[in-house]
């Protein structure tokens, strides 16, 4: 149980256009949803939380202009960066909290997107 | 603030060998801890946490890691190495008395195991 998708896995873009990325919990519905950003060989980044229907809280130095968040319902949040630019190239990460869960329940990640722009 | 520090970037182990991932955190509430593990190019896989109770947890793929609470670590142990272990681990920690309730990972550790 508890598993989360993304989509799409891999993506290349030019710059200056925009890519949607999906996370959906595909087994729980999940209140909170997190985004990620990982650098090759670092840690995870948190960008920004988002709770079903309300608006994402970002992490201090996040563009929430260019991240938008979107979390419409229990089991879907997107991710949209906004007029990609080469720097934006990232492996992001989506995580998921069940709706059972309290603070001792576990989150469970998406496989990642890897975003490269040109 | 809370925070979780991975000492060692790599730990290298022959297969068979017993491994041992180190991970101490800093944290002002009740540490709930949790040990994830990332293969190339994908997510987070949950492998254990320590909530309460027993302080040696047992997990997936037989892992387990041992909760000191004098010494604030949880490290991630395993008794006999496989090449497919061989993978990037992160401890987190969330402070189970802040109702922000966040995950804060330390900086992983890359285990290599050889045949």
């Known amino acids: 149980g508890a598993v989360v998708s993304q989509h799409p896995s891999w993506v290349i873009c030019k710059s200056g256009t925009s890519v949607k990325i999906e996370c959906r919990s595909l087994d729980f519905q999940a209140t909170t949803m997190f985004w990620y950003r990982q650098f090759p060989k670092q840690s995870l980044m948190l960008m920004a939380t988002s709770n079903e229907g309300s608006k994402a809280t970002y992490e201090q130095g996040v563009e929430k202009d260019k991240f938008l968040i979107n979390h419409a319902s229990l089991t879907l949040s997107t991710l949209t960066v906004t007029s990609a630019h080469p720097e934006d190239s990232s492996f992001y990460i989506c995580?998921?909290?069940?709706?059972?869960?309290?603070?001792?329940?576990?989150?469970?990640f998406g496989p990642g997107t890897r975003l490269t722009v040109l | 603030a809370q925070s979780v520090a991975q000492p060692e970037d790599q730990v290298n182990v022959a297969e068979g060998n017993p491994l041992t991932v180190k991970c101490t955190y800093s944290?002002?509430?009740?540490?709930?801890l949790f040990w994830y593990v990332q293969y190339p190019n994908r997510g987070l896989q949950f492998l254990l946490k320590?909530?309460?109770?027993?302080?040696l947890v047992k997990g997936s793929y037989g892992f387990e890691a041992e909760f000191n609470k004098s010494q604030t670590s949880f490290h991630l142990k395993k008794p006999s190495a496989l090449v497919s272990d061989s993978a990037l681990y992160f401890c987190a920690v969330r402070d189970g008395n802040n109702a922000g309730n966040m995950l804060t990972f330390g900086g992983g550790t890359r285990l290599m195991v050889k045949p």
């Open positions: 320590y909530i309460t109770g027993d302080n």
């Open positions: 995580s998921a909290r069940d709706l059972a869960g309290g603070p001792t329940d576990t989150q469970y």
């Open positions: 944290v002002s509430g009740n540490p709930y």
